[in-house]
T-cell receptor, first 115, second 112 residues
């Protein structure tokens, strides 16, 4: 099946620094990827849609200047949490779609802790 | 708006017990419905799906039927195993855009 890989799996950073999370489709080209965020004991919430070669589309309430998304190639999308603060601590997970399939394929997620 | 309500866990069962995890949804139109499973340290894996009313998705002994009249998509398995211990997410795609709406997830623990 289609494999989506995220890196890193977990990261701890200091408040005020920026953190980059990578989402790669390993065996297929993904023109569209999605980024979700999960708070403890809550649902995964869609943050943004990432399209190769164009600007990301953010969901209502998501700060685009805080969460920078770049989809520079057909196999890689990155999420950069800028000037991270403890409230940004969360589980971030990406998904990608492959033509011909009715479901999305998910990465393993990244646990971000800001201290 | 569109939403998914999933029973809270954790659910603890003995091996070979019957499993039901309830999932109900609110959506306009005809969404696709999914169950994803997340094993410890891994990503979300598609367990099963249904794309129209009365469809039954099944995989690895798990089943769920798309019930439009009750807006439900309950997950069932007749005999759970220790290896089924994981977190299960119910999700819907309301408009076929792959922008999923998830339930909160239900943690299942199966004891030997």
């Amino acid at each position: 099946g289609a494999v989506v890989s995220q890196h890193p799996s977990w990261v701890i950073c200091k408040s005020g620094t920026s953190v980059k999370i990578e989402c790669r489709s390993l065996d297929f080209q993904a023109t569209t990827m999605f980024w979700y965020r999960q708070f403890p004991k809550q649902s995964l919430m869609l943050m943004a849609t990432s399209n190769e070669g164009s600007k990301a589309t953010y969901e209502q309430g998501v700060e685009k200047d805080k969460f920078l998304i770049n989809h520079a190639s057909l196999t890689l999308s990155t999420l950069t949490v800028t000037s991270a603060h403890p409230e940004d601590s969360s589980f971030y997970i990406c998904s990608a779609i492959l033509g011909g399939f009715t479901e999305a394929f998910f990465g393993q997620g990244t646990r971000l802790t800001v201290v | 708006g569109d939403s998914v309500t999933q029973m809270e866990g954790p659910v603890t069962l003995s091996e070979e017990a019957f499993l039901t995890i309830n999932c109900t949804y609110t959506a306009t139109g005809y969404p696709s419905l999914f169950w994803y499973v997340q094993y410890p340290g891994e990503g979300l894996q598609l367990l099963l799906k249904a794309t129209k009313a009365d469809d039954k998705g099944s995989n690895k002994g798990f089943e769920a039927t798309y019930r439009k009249e009750t807006t439900s998509f309950h997950l069932e398995k007749g005999s759970v195993q220790v290896s089924d211990s994981a977190v299960y997410f119910c999700a819907l795609d309301p408009r076929g855009t792959y922008k999923y709406i998830f339930g909160t997830g239900t943690r299942l623990k199966v004891l030997a």
